[in-house]
């Protein structure tokens, strides 16, 4: 349930807009700084005409911040600063970069059990939001992995080394790094095929479905989800969390593409799958749990654009205590959206505030909670501290 506003068009005009104020130019001052015309300006703000990288770059230069901060990709704070979530991104392309080669390590690699053991860590640290921590650990497994897999061919070291990628990959996407992002996900498919797990190949589908929703490819994040949806072999082990897992991803790949209907028969695909899972193990970490479905439901309302229906279904959420972090995290940024949509100001600015106490990295990055306080920003003549606060954790 990722992104939220265009983030081709109209959001990048809102940026701009923004970091303008903040630097107290007007258009025709911001015009002038970046040697282009108050018309194209106030054109790109309003969300009227695209703003190119050459128009991004001259502008940010006016503006003295970063071109990602306008351009919203990677999802980045002022000057980098307090950055430290993106600090492993070098060694994570470095670590995806050996492809079929296998690395040399300064040490012999850790046992398989070793590595196993550490990618249980890293799914926690995955589910729970720990951007920085995770990013510390993900580099030398995939390398460590890389050595296993390419020397040995071991099944379970490709099935190994295919978690690893999807947790950088699913890292990389959360941070903006889409390019990465796709790269840990051709190395996923590659280890996908040398595992012995014929659901493997589904959930590298899961991501690439996942990535398509984050670049606006909505039509076909909803073909792969589906199609992957009719690939899976449900009377094996695990089958069953997958086929919900990938429902849920075309429900709210159909809902941004506004097939209400659609959206909501996979919706309900999704839940018969989690009543019939009940305390099954969820091997995969997928999460098809009633918990997670009902917040999805929020997610299609609001993707819908039907704000009061996803409000009036949040207030009858009941929230089990196995849901991630990550997960309880982002149905409070999809709630402030709609609050915000409702003109529920304060209620917006308190679900945001309740996402970060519940995950502050992801909440203090995510492209739809940032958007979301800037435009809290333009709805009140006189910012609430809490606000201004939250600006400045954010680096906004």
Not at 94 to 123: F, G, I
Not at 198 to 216: C, I, T
Not at 351 to 359: D, G, P, T
């Amino acid at each position: 349930m990722d992104g939220g506003w265009n983030e081709h068009g109209e959001d990048v005009g809102r940026r701009i807009a923004h970091w303008r104020k903040v630097r107290g130019l007007t258009q025709t001052g911001l015009a002038r700084a970046a040697h282009v015309s108050r018309s194209l300006i106030a054109q790109v703000e309003a969300g009227h005409k695209p703003a190119t990288p050459s128009l991004v770059a001259a502008v940010a230069a006016a503006l003295e911040v970063e071109p990602a901060l306008l351009s919203g990709r990677p999802y980045r704070r002022e000057s980098g600063r307090a950055d430290a979530a993106h600090r492993a991104i070098p060694a994570i392309r470095r670590a995806l970069a050996y492809a079929d080669l296998a690395p040399e390590v300064d040490t012999p690699p850790r046992s398989l059990d070793a590595l196993d053991e550490e990618l249980a860590v890293a799914q926690r640290l995955q589910a729970a939001a720990q951007y920085v921590r995770l990013g510390a650990r993900l580099p030398a497994v995939i390398e460590e992995l890389t050595v296993h897999a390419v020397q040995t061919g071991l099944p379970r070291a490709w099935q190994l080394l295919n978690r690893a990628d999807a947790i950088a990959a699913s890292l990389a996407r959360r941070l903006g790094y889409h390019d990465l992002a796709q790269v840990a996900i051709e190395r996923a498919a590659v280890a996908a095929h040398r595992a012995d797990d014929p659901h493997l190949p589904r959930l590298v589908l899961l991501s690439r479905a996942l990535l398509l929703l984050s670049v606006k490819a909505t039509d076909l994040a909803l073909a792969m989800a589906v199609r992957a949806a009719a690939e899976v072999d449900r009377e094996l082990p695990g089958g069953l969390a997958v086929y919900g897992a990938l429902q849920l991803r075309a429900a709210v790949a159909a809902a941004r593409a506004g097939l209400a209907r659609q959206a909501w028969e996979h919706h309900g695909e999704a839940e018969e799958v989690a009543r019939r899972l009940g305390d099954r193990p969820d091997r995969y970490g997928l999460q098809v749990l009633p918990g997670n479905v009902a917040i999805h439901g929020c997610a299609i309302a609001v993707e819908l654009g039907d704000h009061d229906r996803a409000l009036r279904m949040d207030e009858r959420l009941e929230l089990s205590p196995p849901l991630s972090p990550e997960r309880r995290a982002h149905h409070e940024i999809d709630m402030a959206r709609a609050c915000l949509a409702a003109g529920r100001h304060k209620e917006a600015l308190a679900r945001i505030l309740k996402a970060e106490k519940i995950a502050p990295q992801m909440a203090r990055y995510h492209p739809t909670s940032r958007e979301t306080v800037m435009e809290l920003e333009r709805k009140y003549r006189t910012l609430p501290e809490s606000l201004r606060a939250l600006e400045r954790r954010m680096g906004l």
